[in-house]
């Protein structure tokens, strides 16, 4: 089977047959081929010269030129020039004699499809045009789904700028809380982050969250520590009661935060800020900064309150020393006089209950890994 030949049956049964403009000066031969094409399913165009068949390619498209070389007025070569000039790809197939062999041989460097020998063997010739026409056509197929891709891809990429355009026209609170969590001051910091991720999500899956939600609090809370960079550090690592003057910084930051979630309408970005306002607000209303209670304060909040008073207690500060994971889970499940259970969602605090074992091997395994980095540093 010769290549392209089906793409030509298709075309056919398609009602939308190739094609062909014949160009001979012997009306013998110009009914004969006609009639022969003309059976085989193609739409033929004869003409007797080569300037009235260059008149009809210029106002109609053909799947393929069959012509003979010598002609009066305008010969097959001085036709295939012409059609060169607007047009690349066409199959241009010659007829020629022997004597003009090796004028054939040269119209095929010139861009010739092939060349076919008088006296003509019309399965011969069926073939060859049936090779021509449908490499022709699988080309343009290949050509259309090439530029329906390009054009694909030129919309993707003109979506893509305008993405990154809405991103860099945020406001500049919300480009400020990126850079800090990106940032990620130090190697104990991107560990914290993660944690507080991971120990977030396990949380939101063990009180029947969505999935999108799970998703989104991995990441938004990961975030977290960047909001508390605007906060002074004596602040940050308190566990005992604020000061007045703690508090009205952290009212100034809340307000702050506020804007965030007024200034974008990305998901994520909006859970990270109300974490941020939330997550120090208590179940029983004795937190801050705006003494939230109980379903009031965003699920986001309460699961990060959790989690990070965990965290917090697990660590050394300057101003507390580390607990183990015993002492941890008994001040935040019984209370002392800091922390009491019912700061937490009660909901919350069964999840953490539960989930007592995986919040101690998560944390140990981050600070083995904590602890070989900064070694290694």
Not at 212 to 223: G, K, P, R, V, Y
Request: glycine share 6%; with cysteine; proline share 5%.
């Amino acid at each position: 089977m010769d290549p392209g030949g089906d793409e030509v049956r298709v075309a056919m049964e398609s009602g939308n047959p190739p094609i062909i403009i014949l160009v001979d000066d012997e009306p013998s031969i110009v009914d004969l081929v006609s009639r022969f094409l003309s059976e085989a399913g193609y739409r033929v165009y004869p003409f007797s010269n080569g300037a009235d068949a260059l008149k009809k390619l210029q106002e109609e498209p053909a799947d393929l030129v069959l012509t003979d070389i010598r002609m009066p007025v305008m010969t097959g070569i001085e036709l295939l020039h012409e059609i060169r000039t607007f047009d690349q790809d066409m199959p241009v197939l010659l007829m020629t004699g022997y004597a003009e062999l090796d004028s054939a041989l040269a119209a095929i460097k010139c861009g010739a499809s092939d060349f076919i020998v008088k006296p003509l063997n019309l399965p011969d010739l069926g073939n060859a045009i049936e090779k021509a026409v449908g490499l022709n056509r699988k080309r343009q197929m290949e050509s259309a789904s090439k530029n329906m891709l390009e054009k694909e891809f030129r919309q993707t990429s003109k979506e893509l700028v305008q993405t990154v355009e809405v991103v860099s026209n945020m406001s500049r609170v919300v480009i400020e809380l990126l850079s800090l969590a990106a940032g990620s001051r130090n190697e104990y910091t991107r560990m914290h982050n993660s944690r507080v991720g991971i120990l977030s999500s396990k949380i939101s899956r063990a009180i029947g969250m969505q999935q999108d939600f799970i998703e989104t609090i991995t990441m938004a809370s990961s975030m977290q520590d960047a909001w508390k960079g605007v906060i002074p550090q004596s602040i940050k690592e308190k566990i005992a009661s604020l000061t007045s003057h703690d508090f009205q910084l952290i009212q100034a930051h809340s307000s702050n935060e506020n804007s965030i979630l007024k200034a974008t309408t990305y998901p994520m970005l909006q859970m990270a800020a109300s974490i941020a306002m939330t997550c120090m607000e208590h179940w029983d209303g004795t937190g801050h900064p705006n003494r939230l209670q109980g379903e009031d304060i965003p699920v986001e909040g309460r699961i990060v309150l959790l989690v990070d008073t965990y965290i917090e207690l697990r660590r050394s500060t300057p101003f507390d020393p580390s607990r183990d994971h015993e002492t941890a889970y008994k001040m935040i499940t019984e209370g002392d006089d800091k922390i009491r259970p019912e700061h937490f969602d009660p909901k919350v605090l069964m999840a953490f209950k539960e989930l007592s074992a995986e919040f101690a091997e998560l944390f140990d395994s981050y600070s083995a890994s904590d602890h070989r980095t900064t070694t290694l540093n």
